[in-house]
């Protein structure tokens, strides 16, 4: 495992490899931990790329406070949902917010869901459903991440007490609230010798089996602590747990001597081991934030001022404090450490609009974690889309048997080599087809398809050298196989007479 975490570094065909391996925690983690910083950025970078993780880099938005007027809570929800950013529930603002109103949280949740879309995202839960605190926490001005850099308990010595009493009065919602949310977190902190930060792993247990019940993703909560022990025992029980997204964080819960360096390899160990290759953070500092992207991380946790996660990341010791509106300063640290690919950094409206298009097509029974060859069809953010408003409401103008059903002879090409493509031809395998050209304009994205699917499918399948044109003009019929709409018209103007599938 050493050597070929080493090869991978450098290699995308060992990179592969170890993509394809049975993964043991302790020997990545130890590989990891002996890379230099510069080789740990590039393996995690590396580990990022189409198909052996996930390249979508986006902002998941807390927009809820417990102290929040219902119109303010609203409005921030409605702006997060135009952007196309998933919102981060904390659900015992909700829960302190519907008080306020003679109200049930679960009734603002269902609001919530009513004049949004998008993902939504459900945190600080347990055993009895929404969990409560008391107001000097609920109102807590972030005095860990303010004064930094580490703390194995409060600097105030505050606890998360719970109201258990008001927990247990709305325990009759706690399944509605899981179903109508798209992904469930658990905390594991406690598992990893932080009892203060978090609820007992029972609690964990409990609602990891809730979310499988009802299909949603699962992320489990860790922190960096003491970059070894700590995150063996993390990772290992998350994956125990069948979780699908790691959430890592930092800021005072980095208690390592170089806290960038430790955090980036966290990111990257979290890159190779995730199996629903989605990794994020709910909280890390500023430098902690440009480390993790630099190695490999998809999603930062920000939020609206008073939310906690608007402190939690991005921020500096001396200046982290609760009020913060955290959305635009993590956009603009994206875009200074992230390149902009086939999507924009962080990923908006259009690019979640397209995404829900792919997942609605290839259907629950094709994707993460059903694979086609070696790899899952998508990774866990299909898995949270399948569970969104947005999702249940996509036209989808032609089904994948109708798109097969469309084009006659023998040889098809397919432009656009990622997930769907390995959808369309598997549908156009199940014809008979003898010949499939895969075409796309990444090198690598076309050679991994076409490995790939020959692995399982009958027809024979040949690269196209990203050339659309020419790839057009050898085969019988063409599908355009991109369900973003920019890149499908830019096709489509090179062989017109190409299947749509939008």
């Keep these: 495992m050493y050597e070929l975490i080493k090869e991978s570094i450098n290699s995308d065909e060992s990179a592969l490899e170890l993509a394809k391996s049975k993964k043991d925690v302790i020997s990545v983690v130890d590989a990891i931990s002996d890379l230099s910083f510069e080789d740990t950025m590039k393996l995690g970078t590396r580990f990022k790329k189409f198909p052996i993780g996930c390249d979508l880099t986006e902002v998941v938005v807390g927009t809820c406070a417990s102290d929040l007027?219902?119109?303010?809570?609203?409005?921030?929800?409605?702006?997060?949902?135009?952007?196309?950013?998933?919102?981060?529930?904390?659900?015992?603002?909700?829960?302190?917010?519907?008080?306020?109103?003679?109200?049930?949280?679960?009734e603002i949740m269902e609001e919530v869901y009513n004049i949004t879309d998008v993902p939504l995202d459900l945190d600080h839960f347990g055993k009895y459903g929404a969990m409560r605190f008391p107001k000097h926490i609920v109102g807590c001005g972030g005095d860990c991440y303010n004064q930094g850099p580490s703390f194995t308990e409060c600097p105030r010595g505050r606890i998360h007490e719970r109201l258990l009493d008001k927990e247990k009065a709305e325990l009759d919602d706690k399944e509605t609230w899981v179903q109508l949310s798209s992904s469930v977190a658990i905390n594991l902190s406690s598992e990893q010798c932080n009892d203060g930060h978090a609820a007992p792993l029972e609690e964990a247990q409990d609602l990891a089996d809730l979310a499988k019940k009802y299909g949603k993703g699962l992320e489990a909560i860790m922190f960096v602590g003491d970059g070894y022990d700590e995150l063996i025992t993390g990772f290992?029980?998350?994956?125990e747990m069948g979780v699908d997204v790691f959430v890592i964080e930092g800021g005072p819960f980095n208690r390592c001597e170089n806290t960038n360096e430790s955090f980036a390899k966290t990111i990257a160990m979290s890159r190779v081991?995730?199996?629903?290759?989605?990794?994020?953070?709910?909280?890390?500092?500023?430098?902690?934030?440009?480390?993790?992207?630099?190695?490999?991380?998809n999603v930062i946790i920000t939020g609206f001022p008073k939310n906690h996660h608007g402190y939690m990341c991005g921020f500096e010791p001396g200046t982290a404090r609760r009020g913060k509106f955290g959305l635009p300063r993590v956009i603009k640290i994206m875009n200074e450490e992230i390149s902009a690919g086939p999507?924009?950094?962080?990923?908006?409206?259009?690019?979640?609009?397209?995404?829900?298009?792919?997942?609605?097509?290839?259907?629950?029974?094709?994707?993460?974690?059903?694979?086609?060859?070696?790899?899952?069809i998508g990774d866990a953010h299909w898995a949270t889309?399948?569970?969104?408003?947005?999702?249940?409401?996509?036209?989808?103008?032609?089904?994948?048997?109708?798109?097969?059903?469309?084009?006659n002879g023998n040889s098809v090409s397919l432009h656009g080599g990622r997930f769907v493509s390995w959808l369309v031809a598997k549908e156009l395998d199940k014809k008979g087809i003898d010949e499939i050209i895969i075409t796309d304009s990444n090198p690598w994205v076309e050679k991994v398809s076409v490995d790939n699917l020959q692995e399982e499918l009958n027809a024979t399948i040949i690269r196209g050298h990203a050339d659309?044109?020419?790839?057009?003009?050898?085969?019988?019929?063409?599908?355009?196989?991109?369900?973003?709409p920019k890149i499908h018209n830019a096709i489509k103007s090179k062989i017109p007479h190409a299947v749509n599938i939008i």
């Design 236 to 239: 290992t029980k998350a994956i």
């Design 385 to 407: 889309i399948q569970n969104s408003k947005m999702y249940k409401e996509m036209y989808l103008p032609k089904t994948l048997e109708e798109i097969a059903d469309s084009v």
């Design 343 to 376: 999507t924009r950094v962080p990923v908006q409206r259009e690019e979640l609009l397209a995404l829900t298009h792919a997942v609605k097509l290839a259907g629950p029974e094709n994707i993460y974690p059903k694979t086609i060859g070696s790899f899952a």
């Design 273 to 297: 081991l995730c199996p629903g290759k989605v990794v994020a953070t709910n909280g890390a500092y500023e430098s902690e934030c440009r480390a993790g992207l630099r190695s490999g991380l």
């Design 468 to 484: 659309d044109k020419g790839a057009g003009m050898i085969a019988k019929e063409s599908i355009v196989t991109t369900t973003i």
């Design 69 to 106: 007027e219902k119109m303010d809570l609203f409005g921030n929800c409605m702006l997060a949902n135009m952007i196309g950013a998933p919102i981060h529930i904390c659900a015992y603002a909700f829960s302190d917010i519907a008080e306020k109103y003679g109200q049930r949280g679960v």
